[in-house]
């Protein structure tokens, strides 16, 4: 195989699935967001066809192919960050399951295929275009950060428009926005089914979220127990341990 590596890039283990991720400490590099949203998710198991939006370096994708043997599709805006993940799904020979595209996820529907995916994953920017969150490295991070290019709202809508009636969403997110992707979950005919609120540790507040809807579902929401990245030794608690690195379907 041709040298898989540009510039700074890296190459780095998904532990527990034993595969490989190219990242770039100035580019882009996934965060534990990105394997609670694909270990949170609903996937069929044996086929079926998935669509990861804002799929950055391929990480979610990547981590879904070891849950599940169906067609996943990645869509990524940013052309760096798509050729990143085309060259780690070549990389662990996923070639035949996991297609990445790069193209904007407002409208992705009308090229890939209206109401035909049994899931949809997305791993949103969580900040509103003139908000401030910490100092960004590079453009690539800004962009994967802020709804400059694509809102909440925009990306409920496009995982709406992909899925199947019944089909499932998934979206990671910061608590403070909750009001905002359920009402735009239900103004798009996903119904909130499970919610999960994730912890720095006990006793702090939650900074992240875990939401999945059905497509025309009907209300029933169940509120999962809440999980604890980090115990009182600072490290990491043992459920997160086996998201990382254990076995967990």
Known sequence: MENILR??????????????IIQSPSVFSFSLDAVLL????????????????????????????????????????????ANMAERSVRYNNLDQQIDIINDNVIGIAAKIGHEKYDTVTCNPPYFLAHEASEKNLSEHVTIARHEIHLTLEQAVQSA?????????????????????????????RLEPKRLRFVYPKAGKEANTLLIEGTKDGKPDLKILPPLYVYGEDGEYTEEVRQLLHGQQS
Do not use: W
Request: glycine share 8%.
């Open 7 to 20: 510039d700074d890039e890296r190459l780095d283990y998904l532990l527990a699935e034993g595969l490989r």
């Open 38 to 81: 694909a270990k949170f998710a609903y996937v069929p198991i044996r086929s079926g066809k998935i669509v990861d939006l804002c799929a950055g370096n391929g990480a979610i994708p990547l981590f879904l192919s070891a849950r599940t043997n169906a067609e996943i599709t990645a869509v990524e805006l940013q052309e760096r960050l």
């Open 160 to 188: 709406s428009e992909l899925l199947k009636q019944g089909g499932k969403a998934a979206f990671v997110h910061r608590p403070g926005r909750l009001l905002d992707i359920v009402t735009a979950m239900r103004a798009n």
